[in-house]
């Protein structure tokens, strides 16, 4: 099989890859300090859910960049807001296999905070599981660009590393909101799930 580079895609190497990070992330929410389960409930939590892995959801999504950022105000949990700066813009094509989920071409924004221009694109989104089967206030993935992007560029956009940020677990954490222009009117089964 082949991704949508055309290299040689490893369908039994990434799904391996995939449970081996999520193993890894239910032992920090158990276990770590850090973790955004209160220590109170940390004896129940028996591991974050999942959508089963999809390699449909891992596609190649060709980058806009944007040379002069507009700022953009997040609204957050905490009814604050957060100010990013929009720097590219993703465009991607769903095609799942099954008939009832819906394929075409979509888009979203990639952000990064005021102030910093390198280091992981942030992809915050909304989709039609919001609310429902995911996380009411959106979830979120994290690019990391190997190189400095130009438009153009392919970049590897995985929703199944989509994930739940931290305030779905314990109020004491403010996260940004996604804005309107990246709430997607399709459903998106992969990644974290949140009930």
């Not at 040689?8 to 990070?21: A, G, M, Q, T, Y």
């Amino acid at each position: 099989m082949t991704d949508d580079t055309g290299a040689d895609f490893d369908v039994d190497r990434w799904r391996d890859e995939l449970e081996s990070k999520r193993r890894e992330k239910d032992e920090f929410f158990a276990d770590h300090p850090q973790s955004p389960i209160p220590p109170e409930e940390r004896e129940e939590f028996d591991g974050l859910e999942y959508f089963e892995p999809n390699p449909d959801y891992r596609v190649s999504a060709t980058v806009e960049v944007h040379d002069d950022p507009e700022p953009v105000s997040m609204e957050t949990t905490a009814d604050r807001e957060m100010r990013y700066l929009r720097v590219a813009t993703l465009r991607f094509s769903l095609e799942p296999d099954d008939d009832e989920l819906a394929s075409g071409e979509f888009e979203l924004a990639a952000y990064q905070q005021e102030g910093t221009r390198e280091g992981a694109l942030f992809v915050p989104f909304r989709d039609k599981t919001t609310g429902q089967q995911t996380y009411r206030g959106g979830r979120y993935m994290e690019l990391e660009a190997d190189r400095s992007l130009e438009t153009g560029d392919e970049i590897g956009l995985d929703f199944n590393l989509a994930y739940t940020p931290f305030c779905a677990y314990s109020e004491t954490f403010d996260c940004p909101l996604p804005p309107e222009e990246n709430w997607l009117e399709v459903v998106i089964p992969a990644g974290e799930r949140f009930e």
